[in-house]
């Protein structure tokens, strides 16, 4: 591309001199030259652009320092290495790149957003807000001036300093073995095997989901951004067949963020309540402590503690839910690694205490996890979650076995996501959908569990398949 448009700067030039010799004795000297090198600029800037234009088509291409150094003039081969750091999360990197570009280029409108975004990632809201303005009054589609002022609109809600946030989500689940029947069909009542009755044996059923959240988030006023926010979420899951596997969940939460070079500190009341078979089943009082620290551009590491107090109560499918009451306690601690701007792992161990009145409910539980999220183009998602738990009960329950229950649970899930728009691009023009409908995004989960147990009674599977489409409004 570059040596297609350095073949036209020559043309424009030559055509700008020929022109200049005819007009000397009516152009004073200083003014033709000034015209001429304003001309070769615009064929210059119209190569440069077209050269973006054609790579922003392609995909990235590795590029190196090394590379651009052997041609530091060469247009393509600094955007892609500009893009090549954003792929490798060095986000500085690539505005020191964009930088140096804008300098010998700065009417490309792709690179000026190319580096207002990268501004908006690093957190320089003032420097993106401006460089987004600049870039708007250039000539460009329809399209790219519709992302500019997704982007301005983003940036004018992130510095407001109370920022509201809602969402509501509707779907369904199917699950293969929703009661969580034994798989051996048989459970243990004082050691002796016995046949699980068919009410009770694996059914599988569909359930209508129904999630609402509301956020608040005040920043304080603090150059650190400490923050102060709180929110409710409400949870239902409607079982077609199995009412009493109906569940209803109430979450309140508030807290506050205080932010240091050394390490982020959250404080955060949790209250929780939950219905079960439509009657009231638990309560939950207590809250979460969690320190992070950003280590550098690709890791972050996190513990977090957890206490609360669960309160049971009896229902008419669980009277001896009681035995449950007490307290518990959440230890966990965990990397983040974010490999690439788009792929970040993370990995975590979690300790459990559950205390209770019976010690035959009461258990300590070790797992590990991780976690993948990959992001692709369109707006479209990936995420990955792997987990295995061990849990070790305090004491036999003498109606089931003198052996003391130890479980393993394995869980494994898979969720793609992306916004309607991106389906309706596939099948039609990309603005086929209004702006209110094409932003819903659209998320379908798979996940495997595996719960073996030592008793027969709690060794069993189940398949969930879950749909969901979210809308999410911002103010």
């Known amino acids: 591309m570059i040596p297609l448009g350095l073949a036209a700067l020559g043309v424009v030039g030559a055509c700008s001199a020929a022109f200049a010799q005819t007009a000397t004795q009516q152009q004073p000297t200083q003014t033709r030259i000034r015209e001429q090198q304003e001309q070769q600029e615009r064929a210059r800037a119209a190569a440069a652009a077209a050269a973006v234009q054609e790579r922003e088509k392609q995909q990235v291409r590795p590029v190196t320092f090394e590379d651009v150094l052997k041609d530091p003039d060469n247009i393509e081969l600094n955007f892609d290495y500009a893009r090549t750091l954003v792929a490798q999360g060095d986000l500085k990197g690539a505005a020191a790149t964009l930088e140096r570009m804008l300098l010998t280029f700065p009417e490309l409108a792709q690179v000026r957003l190319f580096y207002a975004i990268v501004l908006y990632r690093l957190d320089s809201l003032d420097e993106a807000e401006r460089e987004l303005t600049t870039v708007a009054q250039l000539e ?84 650190e951004k400490h923050e102060v926010f709180g929110g409710l979420t409400i949870f239902r899951d409607d079982q077609l067949h199995l009412n009493e596997q109906n569940l209803q969940s109430y979450v309140l939460d508030v807290g506050g963020t205080y932010r240091s070079q050394w390490v982020d500190v959250t404080l955060n009341p949790i209250y929780t309540k939950l219905r079960l078979a439509d009657q009231s089943y638990y309560d939950s009082y207590g809250g979460r402590l969690r320190l992070d620290k950003r280590v550098d551009s690709k890791f972050q590491v996190y513990t977090e503690y957890s206490g609360v107090y669960e309160k049971f109560r009896g229902i008419t499918f669980s009277p001896s839910s009681v035995d449950r009451n007490g307290g518990r306690h959440d230890i966990r601690t965990g ?99 209004p702006d209110f409908i094409s932003d819903i995004t659209f998320t379908g989960t798979l996940e495997r569990l595996d719960s073996a147990s030592n008793l027969p009674n709690y060794d069993y599977s189940n398949v969930k398949a879950q749909f969901l489409l979210t809308k999410r409004w911002e103010f």
């Open 140 to 223: 460009m589609p329809d399209s790219l001036r519709r992302e500019i002022q997704g982007y301005l609109d983003r940036i004018a809600f992130r510095k407001k300093s109370t920022r509201f946030s809602a969402s509501l989500s509707f779907g369904t689940a199917f699950d293969t073995n929703r009661n969580a029947a034994p798989r051996s069909g048989q459970v243990l009542f004082m050691d002796m095997p016995l046949d699980v009755p068919d009410s009770q044996r694996e059914h599988s059923d569909l359930g209508l989901l129904s999630i609402g959240t509301f956020r608040v988030r005040h920043d304080l006023g603090f150059q």
């Open 335 to 433: 990397l983040l690694w974010t490999l690439l701007a788009t792929l970040q792992l993370n990995f975590e161990y979690d300790y459990t205490r559950k205390n209770a009145r019976r010690s035959y409910v009461a258990y300590e539980g070790h797992a590990l996890q991780g976690n993948l999220t990959y992001l692709m183009p369109g707006g479209q998602f990936l995420l990955f979650n792997a987990s295995g738990e061990r849990d070790n009960y305090d004491d036999a329950d003498a109606f089931v076995s003198a052996r003391t229950r130890q479980d393993t649970i394995f869980r494994v899930r898979a969720t793609y996501g992306a916004p309607l728009g991106f389906f309706a691009g596939l099948v039609a023009e990309p603005d086929a959908l």
